[in-house]
């Protein structure tokens, strides 16, 4: 599999001139890259003027709602960003989990919704400091996987355009990465929980990825070493030499 390189810009930039300031700058540091793919996932208002700066770079969402249409002030579904020419979006992640107090249900709704509308859902999993200092990571991997994939078992046509990312929460934005091994070790688990609610052919085809404290140092041990699919890159996808750097240094 290709690894994709995923920036999730979160709410930055702050104005759309440098919104395209900073994707040209990318687009033009990976002209010459082609065995890694390059998705970026600015906020929904800088969506459309991003997708019509043409290049190899996939754009993509960072959130939808389930509903297609709607009284629903406010809200974006997924039928409308397909329709604006995104590619991906991401769903569940520990943001949205935090802030807006998404339960591992609405998750759900959203990640058939993504599914349903031809998006390729990024599905963010990981477990919080506590968690892990208790020795949950791997229950609470489990429940989060069990409970957003829940009714998507027999989707088996669809279930390649998903994408699993191991975010633990203690590792975002923190500048403390999880080790290799330890992001190697969620890779396996989650590829035998995905074998068990379908089957380890239909698992094969699932990308699964890493994100947390990503740079340029350490994203090639999570490509080469972990053997992940990808990377989801927060902070450091917004400085464009090194989010250049970070895909470079992926390069197979
Ligand atoms: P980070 O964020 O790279 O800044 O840790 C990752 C994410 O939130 O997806």
Known sequence: MKPLI???????????????????????????????????????????????????????????????????????????????????????HSDRRKYFDESDEMINKKLKAALKAGLKPILCVGETEKERKNNKTNQVIRRQLVRNLRGIENWKLKIENLAIAYEPVWAIGTGNPCRVEDASRAFV?????????????????????????????????????????GLLVGGASLDPKEFVKIIKSCEV
Not at 198 to 225: D, E, F, H, L
Request: proline share 3%.
């Open 6 to 92: 995923i920036a999730n810009w979160k709410m930055n930039p702050q104005t759309l001139v440098e919104a395209k300031k900073l994707f040209n700058l990318v687009k033009r540091g990976t002209r010459d890259v082609d065995n890694v793919g390059v998705v970026i996932c600015p906020p929904f208002v800088y969506l459309s003027n991003i997708q019509h700066l043409k290049s190899n770079i996939q754009v993509g969402a960072q959130n939808c709602f389930w509903e297609e249409k709607g009284a629903f002030t406010g809200e974006i579904s997924a039928p409308m960003l397909k329709n604006l020419g995104a590619e991906y979006v991401i769903i569940g």
């Open 189 to 229: 688990f989650i590829q035998n929980v995905l074998a068990k609610i379908y089957n380890s052919k239909i698992t094969a085809r699932v990308r699964i990825i890493y994100g947390g404290s990503v740079n340029s140092q350490n994203a090639a041990g999570y490509i080469k070493k972990a053997k992940m699919h």
